[in-house]
T-cell receptor, first 113, second 114 residues
Framework: GNSVTQMEGPVTLSEEAFLTINCTYT??????LFWYVQYPGEGLQLLLK?????DKGSNKGFEATYRKETTSFHLEKGSVQVSDSAVYFC????????????FGIGTKLQVIP | DVKVTQSSRYLVKRTGEKVFLECVQD?????MFWYRQDPGLGLRLIYF???????EKGDIPEGYSVSREKKERFSLILESASTNQTSMYLC?????????????FGQGTRLTVV
């Protein structure tokens, strides 16, 4: 079945630094790919998504491009802020039907002033 | 805005107790989910429901059951709580809208079993 592998954290960056969080996928075909974010004390919320190969998802200054050549969907942001401190999850529909999304282990990002 | 509400933010229960975690969504979504979140393991699907009274096991259903008597409500039941069920539990819902459909999450219930 489909799965994602994302880099382990935690990642600590200074404010205004460049962020990359790596995510690679294993899949049959080209499933949708998602990045979810979990701010402290909250549930997950969708940050961005791409539904087909070569799509770019973007939101709140974050971007990720669905690259079939490298089976990757890396999350990037050019200049992080303290308010971006959160846990980031890569995800894709898993085995047994598109409704059931499978998540990576999560990468905790801490941005220091 | 879609709202998914979990009945408790924090719960402390004793080993062997029967525990009910409740989740309600207000957007008429067909699909509802229960995940548990543990450090280093990410989110793991416990159970999934795609319609009233319909359910499917996820990746880690052992020790859990679910109930969906109304479309908006999905309950997770720990028949006999054990300490290894201490975790963060997240409820989610989604439309039955295809592979790119977004899931909406509640704030989570942190359950401690002592």
């Amino acid at each position: 079945g489909n799965s994602v592998t994302q880099m382990e954290g935690p990642v600590t960056l200074s404010e205004e630094a460049f962020l990359t969080i790596n995510c690679t996928y294993t899949a049959t075909g080209y499933p949708s790919l998602f990045w979810y974010v979990q701010y402290p004390g909250e549930g997950l919320q969708l940050l961005l998504k791409a539904t087909k190969a070569d799509d770019k998802g973007s939101n709140k200054g974050f971007e990720a491009t669905y690259r079939k050549e490298t089976t990757s969907f890396h999350l990037e942001k050019g200049s992080v802020q303290v308010s971006d401190s959160a846990v980031y999850f890569c995800a894709t529909p898993g085995a047994g039907g598109y409704q059931k999304v499978t998540f990576g282990i999560g990468t905790k990002l801490q941005v220091i002033p | 805005d879609v709202k998914v509400t979990q009945s408790s933010r924090y719960l402390v229960k004793r080993t062997g107790e029967k525990v009910f975690l409740e989740c309600v969504q207000d957007m008429d979504h067909e699909n509802m989910f229960w995940y548990r979140q543990d450090p280093g393991l990410g989110l793991r699907l416990i159970y999934f429901s795609y319609d009233v009274k319909m359910k499917e096991k996820g990746d880690i259903p052992e020790g859990y059951s679910v109930s969906r008597e109304k479309k908006e409500r999905f309950s997770l039941i720990l028949e006999s709580a054990s300490t290894n069920q201490t975790s963060m539990y997240l409820c989610a819902s989604s439309l039955d809208g295809g592979t790119g459909t977004e899931a909406f999450f509640g704030q989570g219930t942190r359950l401690t079993v002592v």
